[in-house]
């Protein structure tokens, strides 16, 4: 499985943007999806995630409210919208794919398997 993260770039705080992330190869859009990100300095930390059906998100509480995880299992796309951006969100996110697929594990049992190179995010205040 191969992911290509985009959308990223430079927001003042109280800004939108939305991430894409394009996935190919096998079994793709059976496979729950997920964001992540890592500040400089900082571990990476999870952000959301979706089921592969897109009956079922995850979110971290920081951004609960704020950003929209889905998905467009017709073009094996996931994508990230992020509203109300704060400077604390600036970050490299990830996408991710998990390992299993058509699996009804739950957030803390999923294992992530498949990463993409990442897309800057800065939010300016």
């Known amino acids: 499985v191969q992911l290509q993260a985009s959308g990223g770039g430079l927001v003042q705080a109280g800004g939108s943007l939305r991430l894409s992330c394009a996935a190919s190869g096998r079994l793709a859009s059976a496979r729950a999806m997920g964001w992540f990100r890592q500040a400089p300095g900082k571990e990476r930390e999870f952000v959301a995630a979706?089921?592969?059906?897109?009956?079922?998100?995850w979110y971290d509480d920081s951004v609960k409210g704020r950003f929209t995880i889905s998905r467009d299992n017709a073009k094996n796309t996931v994508y990230l919208q992020m509203n109300s951006l704060k400077p604390e969100d600036t970050a490299v996110y990830y996408c991710a794919a998990a390992a299993a697929t058509w699996s009804r594990a739950s957030i803390e049992n999923i294992d992530w398997s498949y990463w993409g190179q990442g897309t800057q995010v800065t939010v300016s205040s």
């Open positions: 979706i089921n592969w059906s897109g009956t079922t998100t």
